[in-house]
Every structure is written in C-alpha cells, then in structure tokens.
Nanobody
C-alpha cells in the first residue's frame, strides 16, 4: 500500500486545515486508517483513527471535538479536518494504514505509512 498525505501548511491559531491521504496498491476499504503526528523533539503520537467502513472513529484527548477523521472508500482517501487549531498542533502529520479490524492506537501496530505533511500553527 502506498500512502500520499497532503494538505499541510501554515495557518494562524484558530484556523482550519484539511489533510488528505490517498491510498493505492491494495483494497482501501479493507484497511483501518489512522493519523499520527510528530512534533520536533517528541515521539510520534496518535491523533485519530477510523475503521474500514467509517462507522467507528477514535480521537486523542488533545484533539477530540476539534478534529474530524473521515474516509471516502470510492476515492481511496482518508481525511483529517482540523478546526480551532492551536500552536501545539504544530507537527508533521502522517497517515497510516492497518490490516486489522479494530482501530489501533499505537504506531507500531500500523503496517503502512505515508511520507508526512507539515502543519504549522502560528500564535
């Protein structure tokens, strides 16, 4: 599976961005998907996950209520809508795919990774 993340950029605090992750190479609808982020000097952390159908989602406490993960299986794409952005959301955001059914919260449990897209939130 190849994953291509896009949509990052520079935004002011309180603003919004939508990240996209396009998948190819395997039946996308069989995969659970996740978004992770890594800030400078910090470990990669889970942000949000979605199951194969889109019927189940899970969020990290830090983003719950501000971020929304969704997917379009017809377009082989998963999205991360980020609202009310804060400077502490600044990081490289990665999408990841997993062949298991439940949403995984640990990076080590994901099988495929995209290259990352940088999100910078200015204060």
């Amino acid at each position: 599976v190849q994953l291509q993340a896009s949509g990052g950029g520079l935004v002011q605090a309180g603003g919004s961005l939508r990240l996209s992750c396009a998948a190819s190479g395997r039946t996308f609808s069989n995969l659970s998907m996740g978004w992770f982020r890594q800030a400078p000097g910090k470990e990669r952390e889970f942000v949000a996950g979605i199951n194969w159908s889109g019927g189940s989602t899970y969020y990290a406490d830090a983003v719950r209520g501000r971020f929304t993960i969704s997917r379009d299986n017809a377009k082989n794409t998963v999205y991360l809508q980020m609202n009310s952005l804060k400077p502490e959301d600044t990081a490289i955001y990665y999408c990841a795919a997993d062949r298991s059914i439940p949403i995984q919260l640990r990076a080590v449990d994901y099988d495929y990774w995209g290259q990352g897209t940088l999100v910078t939130v200015s204060s």
